[in-house]
């Protein structure tokens, strides 16, 4: 690293607390699927700021919405009605099927907002006892990083020494529906769980098995509450996950790529027997619904499906796929995805995974390591088939060396 580089890693460390382990690469600038760093170095962005720059960093026609509104009217909190917010719920909810919408910031205060209203539901609609509601979680979850959340997380370093936990929450390995059936109960209000484990790697459940959860949630009386904030908005080829089971949840949580990476803001989406519940003063946000958030959000989803994004990343993930799996190589333990959002798993004995995105990093390519052995791929919807070819390259250059 040279020396301004080295300067402001060090001044980061120096006043940052150290709870993330970059790579080392400092980024200035942005356009597309590329990145540059502040020695005007360029690279092919792997990580879309996980999954949050589906459309490519800068989008042009979000950027010129986001600027017009912040001209007019950034916040006027949820005291008083705003001109962005209804026509973006009218929006979102014919995008994706939905009948009401709460809008929030952060993927985890969408989730947090999920657990609340699927408790309240199930106090005052399905007549589960106060305070006995449960929620089913699924083992290797990640749903974000609040109390409230870790509180369920399987993930150690995510627990440890954060606790006393709320309760209210049973635990059962990922894709076995049998599992899930065994841990229903009269008090159960929710399933809360994601399309394809993102964070534990990219963890696909088998064919099936979301249709299996749907017809045992509708059957018990259950909420299935799909986390789709980062499968959501084309990441895997569909607009929604569960679209490749043609399931439809009862509770969609949406974020991330809802912006395009340009500012917070996420949604839940659902209908008025869940969201009804909830009444003036039992749930808000300052921030949330804020005219700047609503403008940006509404152009992202426009450009997603005026742009094709959403069959662009269907067509070159399934060649992206196809090329990594070609790639012979005595590190690779398997590689497995849908539509943009990738994974290799590494022999443990070929080292780490972080020692291959550092060598990845000096072909030009940005990617991320997760638990230890897994390099997580993920670029921007818009990338193009020479960009996959020109990235195919690079991998079969890194992933044919051996690190241990």
Not at 85 to 106: D, R
Not at 203 to 216: A, D, K, M, N, W
Not at 252 to 263: D, I, N, P, R, V
Not at 303 to 330: H, K, P, Y
Request: net charge negative; hydrophobic share 40%; aromatic share 8%.
């Amino acid at each position: 690293m040279s020396a301004s580089v080295i300067d402001f890693v060090a001044t980061e460390a120096r006043f940052g607390a150290h709870n993330y382990e970059p790579i080392g690469v400092v980024l200035s600038r942005g356009e597309g699927v590329w990145v540059w760093d502040t020695e005007d170095n360029r690279y092919l962005d792997c990580l879309s700021a996980y999954s949050a720059v589906s459309q490519g960093h800068c989008h042009p026609k979000i950027l010129a919405a986001m600027v017009e509104q912040a001209h007019r009217l950034t916040l006027t909190s949820r005291a008083f009605h705003n001109d962005q917010l209804a026509p973006f719920y009218e929006e979102i909810a014919a995008l994706t099927g939905s009948h009401k919408v709460l809008p929030m910031n952060s993927g985890a205060e969408a989730v947090e907002s999920a657990v609340k209203s699927v408790r309240k539901w199930g106090y005052e609609v399905k007549g589960v006892p106060d305070g006995q509601a449960e929620i089913i979680v699924c083992a290797n979850n990640f749903h974000g990083r609040t109390l409230g959340i870790v509180g369920f997380s399987t993930d150690p370093e995510t627990r440890t020494h954060f606790g006393p936990f709320a309760p209210g929450f049973r635990i059962v390995p990922f894709g076995d529906a049998a599992a899930l059936e065994a841990a229903i109960t009269p008090n159960t209000v929710a399933f809360l769980v994601e399309p394809i484990q993102g964070e534990a790697g990219v963890i696909i459940p088998p064919s099936g098995y979301f249709t299996e959860v749907r017809e045992l949630c509708t059957a018990n009386n259950v909420m299935l509450v799909l986390d789709e904030i980062q499968t959501g908005l084309g990441r895997t080829g569909k607009l929604l996950a569960e679209q490749h089971e043609e399931i439809e949840a009862d509770v969609t949580l949406l974020g991330k790529a809802l912006s395009g990476g340009f500012y917070p803001v996420s949604a839940v989406l659902s209908n008025t027997d869940v969201l009804g519940t909830l009444r003036p003063g039992q749930h808000g946000s300052t921030f949330g619904g804020n005219p700047l958030a609503c403008a940006v959000a509404r152009a992202a989803m426009r450009v997603l499906i005026e742009e094709g994004m959403i069959e662009n990343a269907a067509r070159q993930g399934a060649r992206f796929l196809d090329g990594l799996r070609d790639i012979r190589a005595n590190t690779i333990r398997e590689v497995r995805g849908r539509g943009l959002m990738l994974a290799v798993e590494l022999h443990p004995k070929a080292g780490r995974a972080r020692r291959y995105c550092e060598a990845l990093q000096g072909k030009g390519i940005l990617a991320k390591d997760t638990h230890e052995h897994t390099i997580r791929i993920a670029p921007p919807l818009v990338i193009t088939t020479d960009q996959v070819d020109w990235a195919l390259e690079r991998f079969a250059a890194i992933l044919t060396q051996d690190f241990s």
